[in-house]
């Protein structure tokens, strides 16, 4: 894995957990510099802390990505400490419970906020940079559940739905400054985002393992995802080895996108 993002600086949001916090583990252990953007200070510090270890070059960031100014300070923060942003992971997420008629509006205002207008607000803070150094790549998550039908989370799937048209139209607009643009469309993947929406569901009365045993069971390749899909998915994704792709919001999801989601999952 050295290497494959040498002398690259990735900014990651949502780094203090789950799938950004492991993803910038694969990219330390890639070669690069990686800042890590939370609204929660203390878990980037725990992120950072972990590649200190392994020696890599890496700095914590407080930021709420639905807010346009403390995005704009954090590429700015990222360019003042390494010189450069060369990729962006779009990650920060919470979940979205509820139908149109049983969310909230408050509920859907910041869902939205924070899953589609956070990935605006920080690919509208890194791309003035990028676009001036006529190189860039960034990935955004986005969900199965911006791809497919899935039970009962009206604003989480219409702002992941968002995220996959939003990647287009940026993929349009920026190729020309030699900015691509994809998304990660990840299955369910053991996270405390997951455990949280899974006791909202009422999904987990039997304990956490048995729920992911028994999602894991309706997926056709027969298990829920790893940190590692997601995270080796988006680390070919800002890597030059996908120089040639843009636009593309991608399911790594063990089929089920393509087999189809069941009531209950
Ligand atoms: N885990 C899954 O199964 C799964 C599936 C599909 C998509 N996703 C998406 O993956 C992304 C990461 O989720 P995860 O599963 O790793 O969850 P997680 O809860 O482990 O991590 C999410 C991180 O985002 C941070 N965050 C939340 N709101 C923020 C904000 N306003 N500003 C900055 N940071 C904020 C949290 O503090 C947390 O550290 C999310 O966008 C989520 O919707 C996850």
Redesign the pocket.
């Known amino acids: 894995m050295v290497d494959r993002l040498a002398d690259k600086v990735i900014v990651i ?9 492991h993803t910038a583990t694969i990219c330390a252990q890639a070669g690069a510099a990686v800042v890590c ?4 200070l203390a ?1 980037a510090e725990r992120t950072v802390a972990s590649l200190a270890e392994s020696g890599a070059r890496s700095l914590a960031v407080q ?4 807010n346009a100014s403390a995005a704009d300070a954090m590429a700015a923060t990222a360019l003042e400490a390494f010189g450069k942003i060369d990729g962006l992971f779009a ?5 979205g419970e509820g139908s149109v008629t049983s969310v909230s509006l408050a509920d859907w205002n910041r869902v939205i906020a ?2 589609l207008s ?1 990935v605006f607000l920080s690919c509208r803070a890194v791309l003035p940079s990028m676009v001036a150094a006529e190189s860039g790549a960034i990935v955004a ?5 911006g791809l497919v039908g899935v039970p009962n989370i009206a604003a ?1 799937a219409a702002a ?1 739905g968002g995220v996959t048209g939003l990647v287009r139209q940026m993929a349009v607009d920026y190729a020309p400054s030699g900015v691509r643009v994809n998304a990660i ?10 455990v ?1 929406a899974y006791k909202q569901r009422d999904y987990i009365a039997g304990g956490v393992d048995e729920a992911f045993a028994r999602a894991a069971s309706r997926f056709p390749l027969g298990r829920v ?1 790893t940190l590692d899909d ?1 995270a080796l998915l988006t680390l070919y994704l800002l890597s030059d080895e996908s120089g040639w792709m843009t636009g593309q919001s991608l399911a790594v999801d063990g089929g089920v996108s393509t087999a189809g989601w069941q009531v209950g999952q």
Not at 13 to 21: D, N
Not at 141 to 145: E, F, P, Q, R
Not at 185 to 194: E, H, S
């Open positions: 949001t949502g780094a203090g957990s789950g799938i950004g916090a953007a939370d609204v929660d878990a930021v709420d990505v639905s990650n920060a997420g919470i979940t924070v899953n956070g998550t986005s969900s199965i559940g989480y992941k469309c990840p299955g369910t993947i053991p996270t405390p985002l997951v949280s995802g997601a």
